[in-house]
């Protein structure tokens, strides 16, 4: 299911241009992130990936099937989209029916919906809780439902829009593992991320914007050694990217075990 | 975004420079007084020599008319034609339909009727038009309005637009879900509880944040309000709107000697 | 002199079985500028609620121990006087703006018209908020129309404004991107080196290591630890009950297991960073010049 967008142009209603000209592709199973600050299109962007919004001039094909032709119920079938705030979400009684919720408007039958409910509920670690309502539970764990309800639905491509925004270390270790499990299993996944560690340490590709333009697209470690593109677009570099330089790496370093790879070549040279 | 808060038109005129008190005791009296004085061209007359006037002295022409051919000339025409059809009382009969009888009784009274209702809108059009939102509670707040009903009447008028943006995140999130926002009847009925839903709950979760907020400024402070808007009331307009109780007060007495 | 005084707090909200805070002593003098660090669910807003006066008198619940704060005792006074002197401040900025003004200037002076201000203090008091957090050039915008970093700012404003002696902060960065959380993280620094006494909850680590005078790790309501950025956030605990810690220190751990990290102590900030491993041998020399200086390699 591979992504292609040519020359997208969007501009809202009340008469804002927030994609001037975005041309790129995600083959299928890649995993990317997308980084800006607040007003650089990014969310405007993936919301074309599933018919959200549609292009004003330009074209998106998901897998060949152009987001102008399919209506965005349809499109749910080969697209899944978590939103940030769990809260604009969930209605179920109960986690076991809101998770059930996707997969079922998807038109899977009682046991597939069964399956993939439990599948998605184990890979979030809610398989104890399918009983209990959402709003019980805390909003860390109101996170967990809504990937889950998401991740039930099997679609080939899953966006994520700002995962870690307000969550604390351990739900953010959770889901690093689920977008690795997702990884394992060929999916694509498309996060929209302020956290420049999150995405440093889960993500082979990131795009950065600003303005409507993407300013920057490659391979995290290519990205991150472009300093001053990036500083336009007032991201920071990541922690370790940051030590490195500073120690005067040879390479760009984007995690832990680069940086201590990188610390040990500097010892034996 | 933009920023047109309900009706409120800012614009400099007599009628927007009056105290928010004097508007309400205004628009008040022209209802009372067409409902209840008991010459028959009462309502009439206020429409044609109160209302319309007054709307050219605020300066709210444009707007005024654009509501009053969108919203209140629709209603009271349904409202005279629902009265003229089903009004009770003998008398000449000056059209029929469908088995249905207008009279000239009924016809009259609808007519009556429709426009106490033209009037009763109208009045309260202008008010609103021509005074801030924050200002009339400020006013009526300090003339002894709880203070929380104040907030609340204000706060809505700011908050539910608000949650307009916040249910167009909702209807997006479901759909991309797979929820069918599109096809027959009967799903759109059944899309209702995951729309509505987490408008509500959501609505619920936030709504404990907000009273602490408000709360951490004081709100259930038990100590004298002050304003930081200084609103004058002239002893002219006092004077003004003792006069209007006085007319509303005759036209009730009449209306009682009269039955 | 200790501004903040909890002494056995254990705190139980209504119709719950299992306290949020159990047997919490904690004490901060004034003027200084306190860090609290915590999974999701530990009990720190439940502390900050305590710190300003909503735990009990908002909430009710089951509240044993005593807390003074500002010279006020929790059963003493009542959350009108208590919101006078402490300062609260959360994540959301939408619901933390009233929605009964229509203009900065107005929602900033809305705290004031309720404790009865008279209107010259007001002009004076808000002019003054909005110079300390920049945004005097938004007087006569609508809170509606501003940006996260933008109406958080306006958030903190308006309780400054109050003139509150403790500022409690709960995660006001969580939903901002780099540039409001930049922005925020200015005030809050202004406000701390002006001498007020601030209790900031974050998940931000590296910027409390740089910026705060104290950290108070919190897990299961109970206080793990407590002590400078540098005890707390270099300890080996926080890391193993799953806190977030700086990578710096965590790199430097693996190192450490390594041998290349020399130092005792880890470090929190870049700063520390660069200089500890600026000083392991073979470091290219490029880097000793960043730092202008430090001991003589052998």
Redesign the interface.
Same mark, same amino acid.
């Not at chain 1, 925004?165 to 270790?173: C, P």
């Not at chain 1, 500097?266 to 040279?269: D, K």
């Not at chain 3, 915590?38 to 669910?41: S, V």
């Given at each position: 299911m591979n992504i292609e967008i040519k020359d997208l142009h969007f501009t809202y209603p009340?008469g804002v241009e927030a994609l001037r000209g975005i041309s790129l592709n995600v083959p299928a199973g890649e995993q990317v992130a997308i980084v800006g600050?607040?007003?650089a299109g990014k969310t405007t962007l993936v919301?074309h990936l599933?018919g959200?919004l549609l292009p004003t001039r330009g074209q998106v094909l998901i897998g060949g099937w152009a987001t102008t032709k399919h209506?965005?119920?349809k499109l749910?079938?080969q697209?899944?989209?978590v939103?940030q705030?769990p809260?604009?979400?969930?209605?179920?009684k109960n986690v076991g029916m809101e998770v059930a919720?996707?997969p079922r408007?998807?038109g899977f039958n009682s046991e597939q919906v069964q399956s993939l409910v439990n599948d998605a509920l184990a890979m979030t670690e809610l398989s104890g809780k399918t009983e209990t309502n959402p709003?019980d539970l805390?909003?860390?764990w109101r996170k967990m439902v809504a990937l889950a309800?998401?991740i039930a639905?099997d679609t080939p491509i899953v966006i994520f829009d700002e995962p870690t925004?307000?969550?604390?270390?351990?739900?953010?270790?959770r889901i690093a593992h689920v977008i690795r499990a997702l990884r394992e299993r060929g999916k694509t996944v498309i996060t929209i991320t302020?956290d420049i560690?999150f995405c440093a340490e889960n993500f082979e590709r990131v795009i950065a914007m600003a303005q409507g333009k993407v300013l920057l697209d490659g391979k995290t470690n290519e990205v991150l050694q472009q300093d001053e593109i990036l500083a336009t677009t007032?991201?920071?570099p990541?922690?370790?990217t940051?030590?490195g330089k500073?120690?005067?790496f040879k390479n760009t370093v984007r995690n832990?075990e680069e940086?201590?790879a990188e610390?040990?070549n500097?010892?034996?040279? | 975004m933009?920023e047109r808060l309900s009706f409120f038109v800012k614009r400099d005129s007599p009628i927007h420079r009056l105290n928010p008190m004097t508007k309400v005791v205004l628009a008040l009296s022209l209802v009372l007084i067409a409902f209840s004085s008991p010459w028959y061209w009462t309502p009439q007359a206020i429409f044609l020599l109160a209302i319309i006037p007054l709307t050219f002295i605020a300066r709210v022409v444009k707007e005024y008319w654009s509501f009053f051919l969108k919203v209140i000339l629709p209603t009271v025409s349904f409202l005279f034609v629902m009265q003229a059809l089903f009004l009770p009382g003998e008398s000449r009969i000056i059209f029929e339909i469908f088995g249905l009888e207008v009279t000239e009784l009924s016809a009259q009274l609808a007519f009556r009727n429709a426009t106490r209702i033209a009037v009763m809108v109208s009045s309260f059009t202008i008010l609103l038009l021509t005074t801030h939102p924050s200002e009339l509670m400020s006013d009526l707040t300090r003339r002894g309005l709880p203070g929380q009903f104040a907030y609340v009447i204000i706060a809505s008028l700011q908050i539910i637009p608000q949650m307009q943006a916040?249910a167009q995140?909702?209807i997006?999130?479901?759909?991309?879900?797979?929820?069918?926002?599109?096809s027959s009847f009967f799903r759109r009925v059944g899309a209702i509880?995951?729309l509505?839903?987490?408008l509500v709950?959501?609505s619920l979760?936030e709504v404990e944040e907000r009273a602490i907020a408000i709360e951490a400024r004081g709100f259930t402070s038990t100590r004298a309000k002050t304003s930081f808007h200084e609103i004058p009331d002239p002893s002219s307009e006092r004077v003004i709107r003792w006069l209007l109780i006085f007319l509303v007060i005759i036209s009730l007495a009449l209306k009682l000697w009269l039955s | 002199m200790a501004i903040v005084n909890l002494q056995n707090i254990t705190y139980k909200y209504p119709l719950t079985d299992v306290p949020v805070l159990k047997n919490i002593n904690l004490q901060i003098e004034e003027g200084q500028f306190a860090a609290v660090v915590?999974?999701?669910?530990a009990g720190k807003s439940t502390l900050c609620y305590t710190l300003a006066g909503f735990v009990p008198h908002f909430f009710k619940g089951e509240l044993t121990g005593s807390v003074e704060v500002a010279g006020m005792e929790s059963s003493q006074s009542t959350l009108d006087e208590w919101v006078l002197n402490v300062g609260l401040a959360f994540?959301n900025p939408f619901n933390q703006i009233s929605g009964a003004k229509y203009t900065v200037f107005e929602e900033l002076a809305f705290g004031l018209e309720n404790i009865g201000v008279p209107r010259d203090e007001m002009k004076a008091r808000v002019t003054n908020a909005m110079d300390l957090t920049g945004i005097s050039d938004l007087a006569n915008r609508s809170p509606y129309s501003l940006?996260?970093g933008q109406q958080q700012r306006v958030a903190l404003a308006s309780i400054l404004v109050m003139q509150p002696k403790v500022l409690v902060l709960d995660?006001p960065t969580?939903?901002m991107?780099?540039?409001?959380t930049r922005e925020v993280f200015g005030v809050i620094r202004k406000m701390a080196e002006q001498g007020m006494t601030v209790i900031l909850v974050e998940?931000k680590v590296?910027w409390i290591a740089q910026f705060a005078d104290r950290v108070i790790a919190l897990r299961d309501g109970h206080i793990l630890l407590d002590g400078t950025p540098s005890e707390v956030l270099t300890s080996p605990i926080l890391e193993e009950s799953?806190?977030?810690?700086?990578?710096?220190t965590?790199?430097a751990r693996?190192?450490q297991g *390594?041998g *290349?990290w020399k130092r005792d102590r880890l470090p929190v900030t *870049?700063d520390e960073?660069?200089e500890g491993?600026?000083l392991?041998?073979?470091?290219?020399s490029?880097?000793q010049s *960043?730092k202008g200086g430090g001991e003589q390699l052998s």
């Open positions: 009340a600050q607040n007003g919301k599933n959200l209506s965005v119920a749910a079938k697209v899944g989209y939103f705030n809260d604009e979400q969930l209605f179920s919720f996707g408007n998807l709003y805390s909003p860390t309800s998401v639905m925004t307000g969550q604390d270390a351990m739900n953010i270790t302020h560690d007032y991201v920071d990541p922690q370790l940051r030590l500073k120690l005067g832990q940086f201590l610390l040990k500097n010892y034996t040279s | 933009h916040k995140t909702i997006s999130a479901q759909r991309s879900r797979g929820l069918d926002t599109q509880v995951p509505v839903g987490p709950f959501g979760v | 915590g999974p999701n669910g994540q940006s996260g995660e969580s939903q991107d780099p540039i409001g998940h590296e799953g806190f977030g810690i700086s990578r710096y965590s790199v693996k190192a *390594l *290349l *870049l960073a660069v491993f600026s392991s041998p073979s470091v290219p490029s880097s *960043l």
